[in-house]
């Protein structure tokens, strides 16, 4: 079973609209991180914003905020008045708190593309 | 402060040639790791060094090794490059487990 879900492939959306960015993950550990990245063409990845499990409020960062609903399992990424340079490859990704490998495990990501 | 960085940018490569992705970090970071973004994969973990000294394998290890040489670098080598090996390859590094991971500029790598 996939760790990291992220349902939409590509999205389409106007400017200046709010945009939500699905994420669900599965993980059976009491701790655990989850995190938002953004790659644009450029290539390059751009971290955006962290959940720790134990976090009380729902993270945010300027523009963005991660709507955690623990029990759910899920992290959507929402981007409020979405603007041109938000066009980019978008990526969910979890780190589990159990040993063995601590690096993130990454979703597929979502292609979002932002319309004037 | 340059954070993490890899060489090369770009390398062509023919079926069964060997090379070595060079990264080195400047932050004093304990972990480092080595994904690889495939189109419509998202990235996966090849190797990880979770301090000087220490390696461990990720989700897709076959046909790398790694050194960790100090604690500034960590290499990935491709002993006999295949087709299947071609694929955008990112380094990076972070402080502690809470902390979000500090991303090279990422190596094309083309394997013919």
């Known amino acids: 079973a996939q760790k990291i879900t992220q349902t939409q492939p590509g999205m389409f959306v106007q400017e200046k609209e709010a945009v939500t960015l699905d994420c669900t993950y599965d993980?059976?550990?009491?701790?655990?991180?989850l995190f938002w990245y953004k790659q644009p063409s450029s290539g390059e990845m751009i971290f955006l914003i962290y959940?720790?499990?134990?976090?009380?409020q729902n993270a945010t960062e300027g523009r963005y905020s991660l709507n955690f609903q623990k029990a759910r399992k899920s992290a959507n990424l929402v981007i409020s008045a979405s603007q041109l340079g938000d066009s980019a490859m978008y990526f969910c990704?979890?780190?589990?708190?159990?040993?063995?490998?601590?690096?993130?495990?990454f979703g597929k990501g979502t292609h979002l593309i932002i319309q004037p | 402060n340059a954070g993490v960085t890899q060489t090369p940018k770009f390398q062509v490569l023919k079926t069964g040639q060997s090379m070595t992705l060079q990264c080195a970090q400047d932050m004093n970071h304990n972990s480092m790791y080595w994904y690889r973004q495939d189109p419509g994969m998202g990235l996966r973990l090849i190797y990880y060094?979770?301090?000087?000294?220490?390696?461990d394998k990720g989700e897709v290890p076959n046909g790398y090794n790694v050194s960790r040489l100090n604690k500034r670098e960590f290499s990935l080598r491709l002993e006999s490059a295949a087709p299947s090996q071609t694929s955008v390859y990112f380094c990076a590094s972070h402080r502690g487990r809470e902390e979000k991971l500090f991303f090279g500029s990422g190596t094309q790598l083309s394997v013919l």
């Open positions: 959940q720790g499990s134990y976090d009380q």
């Open positions: 993980t059976s550990d009491p701790s655990y991180g």
């Open positions: 990704a979890m780190r589990e708190g159990g040993g063995g490998a601590d690096g993130l495990t």
């Open positions: 060094s979770a301090s000087e000294g220490t390696t």
